[in-house]
């Protein structure tokens, strides 16, 4: 019953299951009882091992079920009617969430972004705009600030840079909030240099994404600050952002961060994106800018576009030009080195 | 790492994780790749097997994550922005669901229940003292109605019963929409006379639970009349209800609805129900109600719930007077003989 | 252009203008340019006055059009999004603001009422059993409390019944919030003994109603504690409930507290209710209740209520039982003293 | 009690109270009895007026408060909850609403603009290419078309462009909706060609702006098809927008269409934009551009606004570059020829 079988596919990185480990979890835990609602000892077993990979003994830890409930969960949990998230024009908030955020009632602020990323001086330009313009009162009120790591073009944010902007953040007492979904990537990446445990520093919220980062679904949330936001568990019901049996998300997160699995699960990803990357380069195609995690963005000529996409699925981007379009190649912790050789040898 | 394992627990009907076939299909198809967001071949035969078990080849079916999200999602879809939801007062979205009903900008209707029931006529006096009443225009329009089956008291509504609100339903115009959170019970027990043909045939909407029905997680919705919902997927998205990997939801239901195992998941665990009525009436408990499903409710002194909860979990539902409380015992697909008869034999 | 010229009527205590002392100052500024949105020195001087007549040197004051909006917009601001308000069944915000809190995310939570009212018993019991409930958190949280000053009845709080209230609130920090749309007819009722100072002292949010008492629009909300609600200014405006021309309710208020004139202005209406309650009593007709301020609840037989309803308007309230109906007169500032001798000598 | 008297004030067209026919109805009807919520037979014959002037007798018409009111409570009747609304990114709703339209649950979906305008092609392009993305069904779909006459610019849409406006709308069947907070210094232009019947003909729902346009308050919506948006009514009372003395709103618009009032109360305020578009340029100053109705955007360098700015009132418009900035000076109904002088020969 799988897909069309006999095409190779790099589409995305949520197209298998789990990481065999969880499956085995699951399997082996299914019929002991446990309490709901995440209150159970898969869950609190999990918590500890996620605070101890943050190095944050103290911080509130919620497993949510998917990316986009998460981040309209925590936006609304976060921001005051009146407020707006700042957020790259790119942002899976701006773009890909069917107006989830404005759904609870809050515009997206979104800033001109380079390659999925915003600079802390942007963000610190919007606020002094708001706060310079005479009829401010009149206007969304930047409440927090939402990026990912990484991107929706798989870069990342430097150490250095994601500094900057929490400072601004701070300076001006907006709530940095950062989208985690492909988070293993990034830490897989060999030109990372954000641990969890800056992360946890340096947010006032983000989360660890497990759906495209080897579970079957979930999304663990981390607040560094104990209370930062109060009756987050009543929040989460309002959304439908709880799960009966927690022990589901529980269950995987543990196990994810059983042996480091969860820093290391990325790594063949990143490495194979590399592969192809000097693959496609040496064939002379058009990289559109450097990969640095597990998606690769290439610059195709219609024709090659028409013949590559009989062999191999991959994504529409965007319109390059007339007669060019960015496609986006993904790997992921299931990517096979066989269907990489494949690609490399046999179709590109 | 299972939970306080020396008592016995009769507290709920999601403390396990899912049915064993269930598990078998998720590791065997664990690394097949699919399409994300349902639109894999999993959840198209899934989709396939429920028409058929609906005997309603046309429909439209959409598979959520949980229970609140779907009745948030369906009624905020169903609903226009000047209508309210006509539901129980002991109804789900009445009293458990945090408000999310509201959060989406709609008013509940109560109405006084009976064993967590509403009739039809009381149905249709809504409806006319809204109509009658010269300031409607300024009050919140019934637009929907909302029930159970079985219903929170583990009642469940005639198909003679049904056909009436269905019929006051149509009357008016409104839609109707079933929860089946607990469904598989209703299906599995020996005094109901609804098929899931006749929730087909009566209702708008419906939804067939997987959580408390031998799935890790999962509702699916049926819409009898292709259509009825227009860009339903893109609400879903809105409301954080589209799974990545619904891959997950599909194969769960697949199995589900593999050689009748929904329509058999319940059966053990009503005739444990009623075998749990015997066993407590015999030693002169008194019973709130005669049990229909998967629930039993005992009106238990203080001194017998003191003592009972020391040997088993279960729940508590609301005082009786003040020295008698109404419980809840829950049975699951899961639930053993053995617990039962230990149930039965040391603890009542 | 007048309605139904030669019928008398009493349906209502909104069916005129305004006062003449306000025309004739809306007239004599009308040329004079003044800033919008409420920072025109008009309503910095009725805030002055305001401020002096509740004995609240540092309230903020803001001005609104209309009581659902006034509602709406207080209510809005006051509650977390996973908190609701307790107020009586029969509020106006319950019954008709066509849902307005709820399409702002928030729940009624709706308590039995007397004649309009609730007490500060009932309150603390629904607090209570929120918090002793085990599954509150996935429950709506009592988040303030609405009442009215007087009810929908014409009913009024005393003010030990005012302080009792204000006492369950500051015990749980629940803010308490009066709609006083009529509060003019409170102020001028002899059985009143709750002042503006009172109620400045005991809620933390009221309004001071203009459109029912002598304005043609406005609501004065006063926020006793300054900087209680941050950025209320931002919130009215997202509301749609700042005026652009502030200056049109800030010359009204100004006026409606100029002399004196808010307290007076109800007193000819609670005399002349007063009057036709002696008159209807001695001609056999039965009361629904003692009246308090200017709304007189009469139960008529339904051969009664045709007869008079050839001659007078009035409101059906509702049914008493299948032979005898509910209905209100209302009377108002307008109220002329030939209509009133009309209503007693000719009609009834 | 007026404003710094002393000071010449363009700052905007809402600074005087109303055209002084309107106040005399208003006094004159002052204690004439009527029915409430714009049922009134003010607001009849203000109905009858304004279908007449739009020659549109079948037009549902209904009366609100302020124009952000208007915008959010028109928007959100005619979106589906998972639409936005198409708009220039200089709109009044894109920015100066505080956030209104996203407080109900819509996205603003903003295009680029020119001098406040934008294109029946960038229109139809934000279609196609929502309709052309593979992922659309993740996006906000466009659901209507927002444009405002004048623009937030003073600028104006040929008959000829909203003609293409109009046939895209209705080619991908999106409702068009027009912001008329200034209508009447549109229809006062010499270089309008745009007439009420064409708004009619060309737009789903338009509103005429009494607020800046001579009225106290008030905004006319007309609906050109009836029945276009079933139960306005009670959406407007949802969103806290009907005026309990809606004959506050019927007398005016009534006065407003009496002898072409409305048609006629624009020109001298666009001539006097005329006078003093000559008068700056004269002098030397640069236009930002030809002034189209009662708005004029002047480029001032720093010094100069320093100078003016202590002597006249107007808006800050925008930073045009580091040494000169973009101000606008607004003319009203109201303005005096006086004024105008003043300004001219003694200030600029």
Redesign the interface.
Known sequence: ???KQNKL?F??D?????H?NI?SR??E????????YGL???SD?AKRKLRTACNCPEADIFFL??????N??VI??LL???Q?VIAPESGHIS??????I???????LALPHTLGKITARQIESCIRDYLAD??H?????PGMVYISQPTEYGTLYSRDELCSISDVCRKYSLPLYVDGARLAYALASPVNDVSLEDLAKLCDVFYIGG??CGA??GEAVVIPRPGFIP?F???M?????????G??LGIQFDELFTDDLYLNIGKAAVSAVQKLSAAFTAKGYRLFFEPETNQLFIILSNTQMDRLSQHVDF??WEKYDDEHTVVRFATSW?STDTDIEKLINEVI
């Open positions: 019953m799988e897909q596919s589409a995305s949520y197209m298998e299951g789990a065999p499956l699951l399997v835990s299914n019929l002991q009882k446990s309490a709901g159970d000892t898969y077993s079920v998917g990316g986009t409930q998460t309209a969960t609304d949990a005051k009617s009146y707006g773009v890909h969430e069917a107006g989830a404005e759904s609870n009632g809050h515009k997206v005479g009829n009162e009149h206007m969304v009120m759906t495209k079957l679904l009756h568990f009543t929040i019901k309002q959304h439908g952002a709880l799960l009966a049996k022990r589901l994504s529409f299931a």
